[in-house]
């Protein structure tokens, strides 16, 4: 799949398949959530608005608040690639999203995933 086809893709068809993701490891929609604020600054009510407008993960990662600083510790490997070595800025905060969701998924308590 290319970059471009990734960046239109509706973050409200991405969303459900993060939380899918957590669930089946037994992690909650509140713990994706948790990262979606942690990672863009959204809170419950505009991370709800950006769903209802089905904007694309282009547009949701340029109107975030506020991308967390922390975001550049994000470290290692997701869909074969090592995330902090993506060149492409959007790119590298979706993957960044995808890896903290797969770190929950795969048992890591929720302030470990955070890197705060």
């Given at each position: 799949?290319?970059?471009?086809?990734?960046?239109?893709?509706?973050?409200?068809?991405?969303?459900?398949?993060?939380?899918?993701?957590a669930?089946?490891?037994?992690?909650?929609?509140?713990e994706?959530?948790?990262?979606?604020?942690?990672?863009?600054?959204?809170?419950?009510?505009?991370?709800?608005?950006q769903?209802?407008?089905?904007?694309?993960?282009?547009?949701f990662?340029a109107?975030?608040?506020?991308?967390?600083?922390?975001?550049?510790?994000i470290?290692?490997?997701?869909c074969?690639?090592?995330?902090?070595?993506?060149?492409?800025?959007?790119?590298?905060?979706?993957?960044?999203?995808?890896?903290?969701?797969?770190?929950?998924?795969?048992?890591?308590?929720?302030?470990k995933?955070l890197?705060?």
């Amino acid at each position: 799949m290319t970059d471009e086809r990734v960046f239109k893709m509706e973050f409200a068809r991405v969303y459900p398949l993060l939380v899918q993701k957590a669930e089946r490891k037994g992690r909650t929609k509140a713990e994706v959530d948790a990262i979606i604020f942690w990672l863009t600054g959204y809170d419950n009510t505009t991370l709800q608005a950006q769903i209802e407008r089905k904007v694309n993960l282009e547009t949701f990662f340029a109107e975030a608040p506020q991308i967390n600083l922390n975001a550049t510790k994000i470290t290692g490997v997701i869909c074969g690639q090592r995330v902090e070595e993506i060149k492409h800025p959007l790119m590298q905060k979706i993957r960044w999203l995808d890896k903290l969701v797969d770190e929950l998924a795969k048992g890591k308590p929720l302030d470990k995933v955070l890197k705060s």
